[in-house]
């Protein structure tokens, strides 16, 4: 792969080179270096909340592809196991059930909701078996309140992740949040999936691409704030829009602020407004082609529809027109790299920055 730098310094350096978005050898690339060892979302804790429960999913289908369940055990353990039997690679779970244990349909081996083989017909006079290689492989598994991370090899733990998002948002009704179907979809964007980060990474294009939103947000007062693996954008409400009601202990108490946008790397995004939490997942198919799944929960019906948060299909639509033509711009000759605005486009920098350094294994 061609090299690349991305100056630490916001005020000297470039952006991102456009053959990094074009490039199929740096799409694979990140597919192992930056994608395989993240932290992704997975079915939230609502999914498997009693004794029994397993559910098969796919972690990052369309990139990674990778077959998974979850499994909580008798004694209320949760489990995130690889959904692969260990005999001749058949997928063990293939719905939601609740049941005692496991069983590959294809030739009956059997194994414990913790995925420790138990049995299997006619195996009787193979030599040193079982072994630990005839359990399900477990997966590295997270929980940040209700929600659930998997990882097939975690570069760093959850915690250090999620730290800051739950420093600011803990104090929140989390608990109370509950998953909204007919409020949740999923959108594909002709584009790469770093362009779409990009995009999300700043307000700088507020006033030019959402009329609507710049209503009711106060470009002026827009603030950034970079950690280590995160970044968070607040939204200032303009008028009388609904705000949170923040807890003394809040840094931003006594603040009018309508929306919460916290980034996680490399493609997660929790966006807080007053009736709950819409979460969108970032989910490359191709150099070219994202899938974005937009995830909604609710902890207030009553504030639906109103202030930052009461247009996100709009917003939605309008982000996908101007990162689909970006896309086309980055195919040009005559374009190589542009350079940073240091007041907007600090996050933009920022996932730049762990971009090149994952890509390069710095």
Known sequence: MRRFVID???RRASTLPSWVYTDVEVFEMAKEKIFACSWQLV?????VKSRGHVIPFTLLEGLLDEPLLLARDEHDQLHCLSNVCTHRGNLVA???EKANGLRCRYHGRRFSLDGTFQ????????????SKRDDLPKVALGEWGKFLFASLSPDLPLEKLTREMQARVGWMPLEKCAFDASRSRDYEVRANWALYCDNYLEGFHIPFVHAD?????????YRTEIFPFSSLQSGVARGDEDCFDFPKSSPDHGKRIAGYYFWLFPNTMFNFYPW???????K???????????LTYVWDKSKLGKGAGGSLDKVELEDEAVVESVQRGMRSRLYGRGR?????????HHFHRLLAKSLSGR
């Open 284 to 294: 490359p198919l191709a150099v070219d082609r994202t899938k974005i799944s937009y």
């Open 340 to 348: 940073y605005s240091p007041t907007q486009e600090r996050a933009v």
């Open 43 to 47: 079915p939230d804790a609502d999914s």
């Open 213 to 221: 939103l710049n209503t009711v947000l106060d470009y002026s007062s």
């Open 8 to 10: 630490e310094d916001i």
């Open 119 to 130: 049995s299997m017909p006619e195996f009787e006079q193979t030599k040193r078996f079982p």
């Open 94 to 96: 293939e719905c939601a």
């Open 276 to 282: 709950g939490v819409s979460v969108n997942i970032v």
